[in-house]
């Protein structure tokens, strides 16, 4: 059975920072792009950061660049997500995703096929 579970998250000033992991089991890590996706209340799902299966390449959200970093440790089946320079619109539930995700769709929620149960980022102003 494969689980993605999230960690990391919680209660920021405006401009600090945090750094979220997501630790996968059941599946084959190296083989899979790992996703972060967020969701804030009354608002979709949306992408957030992507790393390749091999962790060469990533790609992130325009409102995300320069802030946000996103990689991978193959060895501990484990994916992060460094935020910096947090902003109250950055608070939301965030999500990692699983999958064999081509590069034009990484974007895309439907690209994945497991997902975690979220944690929360919270950044007051």
């Known amino acids: 059975q494969v689980q993605l579970v999230e960690s990391g998250g919680g209660l920021v000033q405006a401009g600090g920072s945090l750094r979220l992991s997501c630790l996968a089991s059941g599946l084959d890590f190296p083989s899979h792009s790992m996703g972060w996706f967020r969701q804030a209340p009354g608002k979709e799902r949306e992408f957030v950061a992507t790393?390749?299966?091999?962790?060469?390449?990533?790609y992130y959200h325009d409102a995300v660049k320069g802030r946000f970093a996103v990689f991978r440790d193959n060895a501990e089946n484990t994916v992060y997500l460094q935020m910096v320079n947090l902003q109250p619109e950055d608070t939301a539930v965030y999500f990692c995703?699983?999958?064999?995700?081509?590069?034009?769709?990484?974007?895309?929620?439907?690209?994945?096929?497991?997902w975690g149960q979220g944690t929360q980022v919270t950044v007051s102003s």
């Open positions: 790393i390749r299966w091999y962790g060469g390449t990533s």
């Open positions: 995703a699983a999958g064999k995700v081509v590069s034009n769709t990484a974007a895309l929620t439907t690209a994945y096929d497991y």
